[in-house]
C-alpha cells in the first residue's frame, strides 16, 4: 500500500502564509498527478491545485495568484505554497495522487488531511 502523509497546517490570521507538504512512500510504482483537494464541514471535497508528471498546474479559480503548487520527484513530495491566505480558505487540506502502471489499474490514493484554519 502506498501512504502519503501531509504536515504543515495550522492557525493563521487572514493574510498570513503557509507551506503544506505531503510526503509519498510505500509501494509507489508510476505517479501521474499529484494534487490538493480540500472539504469544509458539510460542504463537497473541491480540487484547490494539481500538477502533472510533465509539470503542468492547474487550479482552483478561487486559489489563483495565491497559492502554487510544486513538486520534488526525487523525494516523492508535492507542497502547496499558500499566500493571502482568507477565513474563506479554511479547510480540512488532503494529499491525491494518481498513479499508473504498466499492467496495472489507475490507483487513487489519499493522505489523512491536515486542518488550516485562518482567523480573521
Known amino acids: 500500500q502506498v501512504q502519503l502523509v501531509e504536515s504543515g497546517g495550522g492557525l493563521v490570521q487572514a493574510g498570513g502564509s503557509l507551506r503544506l507538504s505531503c510526503a509519498i512512500s510505500?509501494?509507489?510504482?508510476?505517479?501521474?498527478?499529484m494534487g490538493w483537494y480540500r472539504q469544509a464541514p458539510g460542504k463537497e471535497r473541491d480540487m484547490v491545485a494539481v500538477?502533472?508528471?510533465?509539470?503542468?498546474?492547474n487550479y482552483a479559480d478561487s486559489v489563483k495568484g495565491r497559492f502554487t503548487i510544486s513538486k520534488d520527484n526525487a523525494r516523492n513530495t508535492v507542497y502547496l505554497q499558500m499566500n493571502n491566505l482568507k477565513p474563506e480558505d479554511t479547510a480540512v487540506y488532503y494529499c491525491?495522487?494518481?498513479?499508473?502502471?504498466?499492467?496495472?489499474?489507475?490507483?487513487?490514493?489519499w493522505g489523512q488531511g491536515t486542518q488550516v484554519t485562518v482567523s480573521s
Open positions: 491525491h495522487i494518481k498513479e499508473i502502471g504498466v499492467g496495472r489499474p489507475t490507483r487513487l490514493s
Open positions: 510505500g509501494n509507489i510504482f508510476s505517479i501521474n498527478v
Open positions: 500538477i502533472g508528471s510533465g509539470g503542468s498546474t
